[in-house]
């Protein structure tokens, strides 16, 4: 490893808004202690900054004062250099600033002006030194001190060695007893460092050994003897055993001394398969829970810079998680919009995860039942390896799928018996009031979905027809029960709900559009015995909550599961027959490029939690456009047709997969300077590219988002389009370094997002 020597000039990325590095003198106190990668403190403005040295020997510019770093507190660098390379290229590619981008390789502690070193986390431990005393040695040691006594056979019988905190806790000894004993010199007391982990805590399951399918058996030899550096792209349908594949090829890399990441949407939502994984691998795996502390964060790092670990598993920002001879990157569900992180860098996870594994020839798998179209495309082009599980395995069967046309039944008369009457009607078709009764009679169990939370959607006026809107955002309030609030899901402003519309002074205000609040309640109504528990973002806030809730529907003690998308994903019950879609057109409609895509997506996962066991299983999807086609083809669970269908949509005008996206949006409190703003910025990009300094880019845009308002702020965008990658980097970089707006309005947000998943 290089060192600076005495005197040399070093780049600084410092973790602040601007799109530079800064020079740095290293003088001889600090010398052969600063490297790239390395941690130092440096003046900037009259502050005390953290940065990190991304680069040795920086050219000195004539006329320059240049200070010098003040500290430098690792021994070792903190990041190692392929990091700060991938860092690099993310400030390059997601046009961030270079300090920004290196803070997504440091935990939380490391970044501190202050506190250079975590101090690790200790307990005290008791340890019986020498020979036990016998019996009658025993009467004449403790004598009357019977629980000097008692506590130093309880600490016998734990084998010899346990923590104070144990004995004190759990076995109720105070803390003048330990003391006692130890001025006897009976035990030692050590003081031992721990990792703070809590998952050590929640029981590693072994897992039996499966044999793998035949399918299952090619995918991993693939995998096992690719060459390095190389994109598998895995659609394996639901149920396929996805997994077990992951599970042979992290075996195959921790078999030649390597180290592995395994990506996964949310760490909360998928509790099973991070089970399988330390059922498998144990130890060596260390779980990146977003619930994490920072101390425990920290722990789990160190642990995978040390090797003590080998294998990370965790939501996006796993895929920075500091190991060294990286072997391979698994991306499971690839396709989820989770791996784009939604501020500064707005990095994807998923492009992130090939530039490492590239860099290192590492191997890289994207899995999914439904691949992201831009995965599709570059597998069929041949930039990705097509791996293929077209079945469920053991014989399974992807489950039936049934439609009720909510549209008809609606119309009354003409449909399917007589038009609903009460709240439960209009919600739970007949179809799926029989299913669910017949599971509850056999004890199997169902799972519902619902994308939207709350209890009914927006509250409208009979009379006038106005809905309740939130006076920061555009759009409606959410009612929700316990308490009775009308919420907004973006800004979290609430209100009480008025007894008379704010229009028309209208008595009669009617709830619209039931949320899962409401069908919980009507669930409850209905199946007054049956076991019901509720996921959503209101009952999964704490730390386990999705895990207690997903024990007890393995328990058994839970008959209906019903909630939003966090129930679509990962969860491979046995016992779950049924899966019903309460209404499917939630989000199918929304003004966005990837609106079909994202519904497929949904139903097909949500479908794939049904009939994952020799019972099988049935869908039941309730639905106003049962002939859209990512309902036509979630139906019959055939992905090839959904793309040919949606991939026609995107050629005029063109989306992704045909050309790259960067989202320019514009904010300001004003209406007017948002507008403002994004019309001078959209006239500045129109010289740049009339100008040809940059080709191949078409500018569509500056248009009101179809948010238009998101906490207080009004939101304009400018969309840039192009089939070439560097010439958009050239022009956002153009862009983020030298446009200055006309009109100078206070509190003016520009946020670029390239690559973006959503546009709203
Ligand atoms: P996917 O991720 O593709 O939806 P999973 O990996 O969750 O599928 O596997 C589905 C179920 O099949 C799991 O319960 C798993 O234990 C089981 N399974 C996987 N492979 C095999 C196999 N070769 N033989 C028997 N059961 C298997
Ligand atoms: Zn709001």
């Known amino acids: 490893m290089t060192r600076a020597d005495p005197g040399t000039l ?34 900037f403005r009259q502050r005390r900054q ?47 600033p270079p300090g920004v981008a290196l803070r997504l390789a440091l935990p939380v502690l490391l970044t501190g002006a202050d506190a250079p070193r975590p101090k690790p986390r200790t307990r005290r ?49 105070t803390p003048a007893v330990i003391a ?119 722990d789990a790092w160190l642990a995978l810079k040390r090797s003590e670990k080998r294998i990370a598993v965790g939501a996006r920002s796993a895929v920075f998680a500091p190991v060294s001879d990286l072997g391979a990157i698994i991306v499971d569900e690839e396709h989820e919009a989770s791996y784009k992180q939604g501020e500064a860098p707005r990095y994807h996870a998923r492009e992130v995860a090939i530039m490492r594994a590239h860099a290192a020839g590492a191997v890289v798998v994207l899995g999914s039942a439904t691949p992201s ?15 293929r599980l077209p079945d469920r395995v053991a014989g399974g069967k992807l489950p039936q799928v049934e439609i009720v046309n909510l549209r008809r039944r609606f119309s009354g008369g003409n449909g399917t018996g007589p038009a609903p009457a009460t709240d439960y009607e209009r919600t739970i078709s007949p ?67 008025a007894a ?12 619209r559009g039931v949320g899962t609040q409401r069908v919980e309640r009507l669930l409850g109504e209905r199946f007054p015995a049956a076991g019901i528990a509720r996921m959503d973002v209101d009952t999964t806030s704490g730390k386990w909550a999705h895990v207690d809730i997903l024990d007890r529907v393995a328990s058994g003690e839970v008959d209906i599961l019903l909630g939003t998308q966090m129930i679509a994903k990962g969860l491979d019950f046995a016992n779950v027959t049924l899966v019903g879609v309460v209404d499917a057109d939630v989000g199918i409609n929304l003004p966005d490029f990837r609106a079909s895509e994202r519904c497929f997506q949904l139903l097909s996962q949500v479908a794939g939690r049904a009939g994952r066991g020799p019972k099988g299983g049935s869908v039941i999807i309730q639905t ?100 070439q990658p560097g010439s958009l980097t050239r022009a956002l970089r153009f862009f983020a370094e030298r446009f200055e707006p006309a009109t100078a309005t206070a509190q003016r947000r520009i946020t670029i997002d390239r690559d973006p998943v959503s546009l709203l």
């Open 500 to 511: 008379n519309c704010a229009r028309c002074g209208g008595t009669t205000l009617r709830q």
């Open 125 to 173: 431990m008791l340890r019986i030194t020498g020979e036990p005393p016998s019996l009658i040695e025993r009467d004449a040691i403790f004598g009357r001190a019977k629980q000097q006594r008692a506590l130093f056979e309880a600490i016998e019988a734990l084998g010899g060695s346990t923590s104070a905190e144990h004995l004190r806790d759990q076995l109720g000894f």
């Open 50 to 96: 953290i940065g990190v040295c991304v680069r040795l020997g920086a050219e000195r510019k004539p006329g320059t004062r240049i200070k010098k770093v003040l500290d430098a507190p690792d021994p070792e660098p903190v990041v190692a250099d392929d990091l700060v390379s991938l860092c690099n290229w993310i400030a390059e590619y997601y046009v961030a």
């Open 624 to 723: 106003r456009v049962p002939e859209h086609h990512a309902v036509v083809h979630a139906l019959t669970h055939d992905y090839a047709a959904f793309v040919a269908a949606e991939i026609e949509g995107r050629r005029e005008p063109a989306y992704p997969p045909f050309v790259r996206l960067a989202n320019i949006v514009f904010s300001a409190v004003e209406e007017s300077a948002a507008m403002e703003l994004a019309t001078s910025a959209a006239e500045w990009m129109s010289r740049l590219l009339v100008a040809g300094q940059v080709e191949g880019i078409t500018q569509v845009g500056p248009a009101p988002c179809p948010i238009e308002r998101i906490k207080n702020r009004w939101r304009w965008h400018l969309l840039l389009k192009s089939s």
């Open 373 to 387: 179209l831009e995965s599709w495309v570059n597998a069929e082009a041949g930039k990705y390896r097509l791996l």
């Open 180 to 298: 006692g004993l130890e001025k006897r010199g009976l035990v030692t007391v050590e003081e031992e460092v721990v990792a703070r982990d809590p998952f050590l805590s929640r029981a590693i399951v072994p897992a039996p050994p499966l044999e793998p399918t035949s399918a299952q058996r090619s995918a991993i030899e693939a995998l096992s003897a690719a060459s390095g550096a190389e994109t598998f792209l895995l659609h394996g349908v639901t149920g396929s055993g996805k997994t077990l594949v992951y599970i042979e090829l992290l075996r195959a890399v921790l078999g030649r001394g390597k180290s592995a990441i395994v990506l996964v949407p949310e760490i909360a939502l998928t509790p099973q398969t991070v089970d399988r994984f330390r059922g498998a691998f144990g130890d060596a795996v260390a779980v990146l829970h977003s619930a994490l502390s920072d101390g425990e964060r920290y």
């Open 431 to 497: 179809e799926l009031d029989e299913a669910l009764h017949a599971r509850l009679a056999l004890k199997q169990q169902s799972i519902l979905l619902l994308n939207r939370r709350g209890y009914a959607s927006f509250i409208q006026c009979d009379e006038c027809g106005y809905v309740a809107v939130c006076p920061n955002c555009s759009i409606t309030l959410t009612h929700h029960r316990t308490p009775e609030r009308l919420i907004c899901h973006y800004c979290l402003h609430q209100e009480d709900p």
């Open 10 to 43: 070093i780049e600084v990325a410092l973790p602040l808004p601007l799109f530079q590095t800064f020079t740095y003198l290293v003088d001889d106190s600090l010398a052969n202690a600063v490297t790239v990668g390395s941690r130092v403190v440096v003046p």
